[in-house]
């Protein structure tokens, strides 16, 4: 393949994966609020069919959350030894030098915070090896990028196959069906297709203990 195709290649998966990387967050978003309404309404469902005692003769757990840390740098190093790829540490090291806080003490307070973000985001990206978000953020502060090489070119194309199969797998939730469908006649049907669901594993469950 000629270095032009390559390149227009590359640019195109670029601008693909940025595409499915944002249609992945909105979904995301969307299949918390369709979780949260959806739970709410099975357990009011399970309460009026005298079923809820049969499901939860326990009072079901809350769900816990889980707030990101920052990215630990000395990690990032010990990392560099073992799985990230050799592209992603020369990148990472570009990146590094116009955004590590200690470069940073000349400019002013928005900036600086600024530049400390982006440094957050790119230890992320290189502690996950993972090349795109990398360069996302050299294109971002005018780092060119290297000569792209089939073997990447074949990894973001994998990595957009990912995203649009976690996209495809909200959707077929029944929450995500539930959710956005406008229809009262399919929401009752849905939800009554998931509470027969519910109560069959958990009598398979009782059988199997």
């Excluded at 090291?93 to 307070?109: F, G, Q, Y």
């Excluded at 995203?163 to 959710?179: C, E, G, H, I, L």
């Excluded at 049907?189 to 594993?201: A, F, G, N």
Aim: proline share 4%; glycine share 2%; hydrophobic share 35%.
């Amino acid at each position: 393949m000629s270095d032009d195709i390559l390149k227009m290649k590359h640019h195109k998966l670029l601008f693909e994966l940025k595409f499915l990387y944002a249609d992945l967050e909105y979904h995301q978003t969307l299949m918390n609020d369709a979780t949260k309404e959806f739970q709410t309404e099975f357990l009011a469902h399970l309460k009026a069919a005298g079923l809820y005692e049969a499901l939860f003769p326990e009072a079901p757990p809350e769900p816990q959350q889980h707030s990101p840390e920052d990215p630990d740098n000395e990690e990032l190093f010990e990392l560099d030894k073992k799985s990230v790829s050799k592209e992603v540490k020369s990148l990472y090291r570009k990146v590094v030098a116009i955004t590590h806080p200690d470069k940073l003490v000349k400019l002013s307070e928005q900036e600086r915070s600024h530049r400390e973000a982006i440094f957050l985001k790119a230890s992320e990206a290189a502690q996950e090896n993972n090349l795109f978000a990398l360069q996302q953020v050299a294109l971002d502060l005018g780092i060119p990028l290297e000569k792209p090489t089939e073997q990447q070119l074949q990894i973001f194309e994998k990595e957009a196959e990912g995203v649009r199969t976690k996209t495809n797998d909200m959707r077929q939730t029944f929450a995500w069906k539930w959710y956005t469908t406008t229809c009262t006649l399919q929401r009752t049907e849905i939800m009554k297709s998931y509470v027969d669901l519910m109560v069959t594993r958990a009598a398979k469950n009782s059988l199997d203990s």
